[in-house]
């Protein structure tokens, strides 16, 4: 199976900073990596696939790149409603796996 | 609007059984492959199952492979987890998640969740 490994495992940022969370996959997984918020009590959101493809309704404010083994996550100015659990997930092989997941919190 | 309404969680002893639904609505729900992804409390996502749209593809996660099956009626719009031998380590929320257009094992949207809980 592909690890997927999330650094950090948490941050903690105030509103308008920028934030950049890293994906790290045990092999190479090409560009098929994504990325999904997950509020507290919530189910996740579906946020960037294949590494750098906002889905539809995400702000611009989030971005994606990467390929191979590393990926990152930006969000270039944090809002309120930023505040959350991001998880990456490579959708290259079965199974499908998801990193630890990153919990960004507000300073 | 696409939607996922998952039922049938709940506290089941350890060794007993539980069957999950997931029905769909807002979409052709035989156009679409679907998974059940689940995650332990206050812990991280783990994928559990696949079935393609037609149901003639599965695939499971080592964790549960012999134990879950994962089944669906088209025509009633509907996904199933069939849950045997659990075990305290099967706790999570259970959640369906469709494939995302034009893709597989990427995962949009998400039910609501359903709770499982193994315990004596």
């Known amino acids: 199976d592909i690890q997927m490994t999330q650094s950090p495992s948490s941050l903690s940022a105030s509103v308008g900073d920028r934030v950049t969370i890293t994906c790290r996959a045990s092999q190479s997984i090409s560009s098929y990596l994504n990325w999904y918020q997950q509020k507290p009590g919530k189910a996740p959101k579906y946020l960037i696939y294949?590494?750098?493809n906002l889905q539809s309704g995400v702000p611009s404010r989030f971005s994606g790149s990467g390929s191979g083994t590393d990926f990152t996550l930006n969000i270039s100015s944090l809002q309120p409603e930023d505040f959350a659990t991001y998880y990456c997930q490579q959708s290259h092989s079965t199974p499908p796996t998801f990193g630890g997941g990153t919990k960004v919190e507000i300073k | 609007e696409v939607q996922l309404v998952e039922s049938g969680g709940g506290l089941v002893r350890p060794g007993g059984s539980l069957r999950l639904s997931c029905a769909a609505s807002?979409?052709?729900?035989?156009?679409?492959?679907m998974n059940w992804v689940r995650q332990a409390p206050g812990k991280g996502l783990e994928w559990v199952s696949y079935i393609s749209s037609d149901g003639r593809s599965i695939y499971y996660a080592d964790s549960v492979k012999g134990r879950f099956t994962i089944s669906r009626d088209n025509a009633k719009n509907s996904l199933y987890l069939q849950m045997i031998s659990l075990r305290a380590e099967d706790t999570a929320v259970y959640y369906c998640a469709r494939d995302a257009v034009g893709a597989t094992l990427r995962f949009d949207p998400w039910g609501q969740g359903t709770l499982v809980t193994v315990s004596s």
């Open positions: 294949l590494s750098s």
């Open positions: 807002g979409f052709t729900f035989g156009g679409y492959s």
